[in-house]
C-alpha cells in the first residue's frame, strides 16, 4: 500500500521560499512510468495543480505556466521523497497543500495523496 | 488554460436517489478527464478517469460518461457515505498540466 507523508511548516513569512518534503512508502521515487506532483487548494482558487517531477532515465519536470519562475520540484532517491519549493510568496500562495502520485503511463489522474498541509503566508 | 464549469453548484438529494453532476470545458479534452470525491478534511479520492473507468475499489454505482466538452458524473443510488463535494479534472499532454473544476456539493435533502 503507497502511503506518502507531508512534512514542512505551517507558516511563512512574506517574500520567504515555501518549502514542504513528501516522504513515500510502498513505492519509489525513482520508478519509470509514475510521477510525483503537488496540488494545492485554497477557499479562493479551489484545486490547483502545481507540478510534477518524474522519472524516466533521468529525471523531468513540468510546472504551471502560473507558477513558472518560482517553483521547483525535485527528488531525492536516498530518502525516496521528493519537495516543493515556491519562493517569494505572498498571503495569495496561503492554502492547503497535497503531493500526490499519478497513475502511471502518463495518465496524468491521482490516486494516492498525502494528507494536506495548511501553510500560511503572514508575517 | 482550458476552464472547467461544474453544475449545479450544490444539489440537494436523499439516501437512495440518482445524483446527475456536470462538469464543462472551455475547449475540447477529447476523453481526459476524471471525477474526484472529497470529504472534509480528507484529500480528494479519485473515483473514475479518462471518463468512464472506475478507479480501483470504486463502487459501480458511479460511472462517467461524456466526450469533448461535456462530461458527467452518475451516482446510481445514493448511500449515506456519498454526500461529499466532487470535483472534474482534466489532463493535456501539451503542456503538460491540469485543472481542476469548482466542484459541486452533494448534500442531505
Known amino acids: 500500500q503507497v502511503q506518502m507523508q507531508q512534512s514542512g511548516p505551517g507558516l511563512v513569512q512574506p517574500s520567504q521560499t515555501l518549502s514542504l518534503t513528501c516522504a513515500i512508502s510502498?513505492?519509489?521515487?525513482?520508478?519509470?512510468?509514475?510521477?510525483w506532483t503537488w496540488i494545492r487548494q485554497s477557499p479562493s482558487r479551489g484545486l490547483e495543480w502545481l507540478g510534477r517531477t518524474y522519472y524516466r532515465s533521468k529525471w523531468y519536470q513540468d510546472y504551471a505556466v502560473s507558477m513558472r519562475g518560482r517553483i521547483t520540484i525535485n527528488a531525492d532517491t536516498s530518502k525516496n521523497q521528493f519537495s516543493l519549493h515556491l519562493t517569494s510568496v505572498t498571503p495569495e500562495d496561503t492554502a492547503v497543500y497535497f503531493c500526490a502520485r499519478d497513475l502511471g503511463l502518463d495518465l496524468l489522474y491521482f490516486d494516492y495523496w498525502g494528507q494536506g498541509t495548511l501553510v500560511t503566508v503572514s508575517s | 488554460e482550458i476552464v472547467l464549469t461544474q453544475s449545479p453548484a450544490t444539489l440537494s438529494l436523499s439516501p437512495g436517489e440518482r445524483a446527475t453532476l456536470s462538469c464543462r470545458a472551455s475547449q475540447s479534452v477529447s476523453s481526459f478527464l476524471a471525477w474526484y470525491q472529497q470529504k472534509p478534511g480528507q484529500a480528494p479520492r479519485l473515483l473514475i478517469y479518462?471518463?468512464?473507468i472506475r478507479a480501483t475499489g470504486i463502487p459501480a454505482r458511479f460511472s462517467g460518461s461524456g466526450s469533448g466538452t461535456d462530461f458527467t458524473l452518475t451516482i446510481s443510488s445514493l448511500e449515506p457515505e456519498d454526500f461529499a463535494v466532487y470535483y472534474c479534472?482534466?489532463?493535456?499532454?501539451?503542456?503538460?498540466?491540469?485543472?481542476f473544476g469548482p466542484g459541486t456539493k452533494v448534500d442531505i435533502k
Open positions: 479518462d471518463t468512464s
Open positions: 510502498g513505492d519509489s521515487v525513482s520508478r519509470n512510468s509514475v510521477g
Open positions: 479534472q482534466q489532463r493535456s499532454n501539451w503542456p503538460p498540466g491540469s485543472t
